[in-house]
């Protein structure tokens, strides 16, 4: 599978992965739960991933 990025610090690269399943989101950092990216589109072996333009609040208790 073939991610493209746009926009964000990894804009214009590309990351070729395999098919199978990995542990974890997508493209988190740690244990948090938003991603730097996230998928927008997909079609057949290609993703193309935009990056998030902010970071979710955190949950008041």
């Given amino acids: 599978m073939l991610v493209r990025f746009m926009g964000g610090p ?14 974890g989101g997508w493209f988190t950092i740690g244990d948090e739960e938003w991603a730097l990216y996230i998928p927008t ?9 935009d990056r998030q333009p ?3 609040e955190p949950a008041q208790s």
């Fill in 41 to 49: 589109h997909e079609e057949p072996g290609v993703v193309l991933a």
């Fill in 10 to 23: 990894l804009g214009g690269l590309e990351l070729l992965t395999d098919d199978s399943p990995w542990l």
């Fill in 54 to 56: 902010t970071r979710p």
